[in-house]
């Protein structure tokens, strides 16, 4: 089956500057790769996927990016703020687990003034 | 706030006591889902409904049940809390296959 971890449990960047969200998978039938984002004490917030077949894609100052060569998917945040401070989950959805999606822990993003 | 409304916020629970999580949605979307949220770990679909009078399990059903009422509620009951269910609880609308929209959640203490 799938599993996705990403790899570092907590990430500081200095506001103003670019920051980068890794996260590896396991399962290179995956369909998609998703992001989303964990503010303290609320739900997670949907912020972009990308399908297997792309290698990139752009939001609202983010980009995501995805190798399946190695099997790694980052999430880039530009001019990072004080309100992208979050957790900052990757999942995962692969027919193998019946469209259900997996997830990983979560990377925490701190930002300093 | 529009979207997914879950209650209660907080719960403490004795071990063997039951009880049921309720979640509501506005966004007359079929999709409803149950996930629960431990620390280090990544969220866990628990039961999910495709649709008004169909659910189904998910990845770590066992000590749960679910009521689809209706189109917009979806319920969650615990028929005997164990310490083990102690967790974050959300409900989910799922627009797509990747996109939810998720409630603030319901944190749950089993003692």
């Known amino acids: 089956g799938e599993s996705v971890g990403l790899h570092l449990p907590t990430l500081s960047v200095q506001e103003g500057d670019n920051s980068i969200i890794n996260c590896a998978y396991s399962n290179s039938a995956s369909d998609y790769f998703i992001w989303y984002k964990q503010e303290s004490g609320k739900g997670p917030q949907f912020i972009i996927d990308?399908?297997?077949n792309m290698d990139k894609r752009q939001g609202q100052r983010v980009t995501v990016l995805l190798n399946k060569t190695v099997k790694h998917l980052s999430l880039q945040i530009a001019a990072t703020q004080p309100g992208d401070s979050a957790v900052y989950l990757c999942a995962a959805l692969t027919r193998d687990s019946n469209y259900q999606l997996i997830w990983g822990a979560g990377t925490k993003l701190i930002i300093k003034p | 706030n529009a979207g997914v409304t879950q209650t209660p916020k907080f719960q403490v629970l004795k071990t063997g006591q039951s009880m049921t999580l309720q979640c509501a949605q506005d966004?007359?979307?079929?999709?409803m889902y149950w996930y629960r949220q431990d620390p280090g770990m990544g969220l866990r679909l628990i039961y999910y409904s495709a649709s008004e009078g169909t659910t189904d399990k998910g990845e770590v059903p066992n000590g749960y049940n679910v009521s689809r009422l209706n189109k917009r509620e979806f319920s969650l009951r615990l028929e005997s809390a164990a310490p083990s269910q102690t967790s974050v609880y959300f409900c989910a609308v799922h627009l797509t296959w990747t996109e939810a929209f998720f409630g603030q959640g319901t944190r749950l203490t089993v003692v």
């Open positions: 990308i399908r297997s």
């Open positions: 966004m007359n979307h079929n999709s």
